[in-house]
């Protein structure tokens, strides 16, 4: 099947530890993004890349770290400087990322601390 | 992004057409209107986009009034299924989508 897939479903940390979340996508996107939402809001963007090895911070970056080492993945890192990480988090991928090209979403991770 | 504006919530008797109306009134003329959808604790998902003509799809229809500065989804037939948060955004070239908090649709039997 083509798509993008989220691991895990959920997520416990405990405070002040790091957690890497998984985002992985078959559909030979070039954009990869990391959405945030809280309860009852939309989403936040939290970093975004265009190519390979390369990646820009979104609005809310802060406590937060990528890498985009593979075209197909784009791992998000929430670290211990994330002072409320407990959230769902989306990825989503397109075609390019520049000019209007639809974005996919993943299932999401719902991340709680513990 | 052009700020887009949406009723919180509406109710839809299922099997009649559910119509979301959303404002963008500072749209400006490269920036398309994109719909999603989210149902509880999903992804969104994609629904329909256009720039000046009206579009539908297998999901959904949408109006973009002549001057753009507002749209209206239509879900021809809604169904229990159809029940979720329904986001209208306006993206320009930089591909941006910056989610409001939407119109929650409930559909009733």
């Known amino acids: 099947d083509g798509g993008i897939t989220q691991s895990p479903k959920y997520l416990f940390r405990k405070e002040g530890q790091n957690v890497t979340l998984s985002c992985e996508q078959n559909l030979n996107h070039d954009a990869m993004y990391w959405y945030r939402q809280d309860p009852g809001q939309g989403l936040r963007l939290i970093y975004y890349s265009q190519i390979v090895n390369d990646f820009q911070k979104g609005d809310i970056a802060e406590g937060y770290s990528v890498s985009r080492e593979k075209k197909e993945s784009f791992p998000l890192t929430v670290t211990s400087a994330q002072k409320n990480p407990t959230a769902f988090y989306l990825c989503a991928s397109a075609l390019a990322g520049v000019y209007q090209e639809t974005q996919y979403f993943g299932p999401g991770t719902r991340l709680l601390v513990l | 992004d052009a700020k887009t504006t949406q009723p919180p919530s509406m109710d839809c008797a299922e099997g009649r057409a559910a119509n979301l109306p959303c404002n963008h009134s500072?749209?400006?003329?490269?920036?398309?209107v994109y719909w999603y959808r989210q149902i509880h604790s999903q992804g969104p998902q994609y629904i329909i986009h256009g720039l000046k003509n009206n579009e539908t799809n297998e999901m959904a229809s949408l109006i973009i009034t002549e001057d753009r500065k507002s749209s209206t989804l239509i879900l021809p037939h809604a169904t229990l299924r159809d029940t979720a948060v329904y986001y209208c955004i306006a993206v320009n070239a930089g591909n941006m989508l910056t989610f409001g908090g939407g119109t929650r649709l409930m559909v009733k039997p």
């Open positions: 500072t749209i400006s003329g490269n920036e398309y």
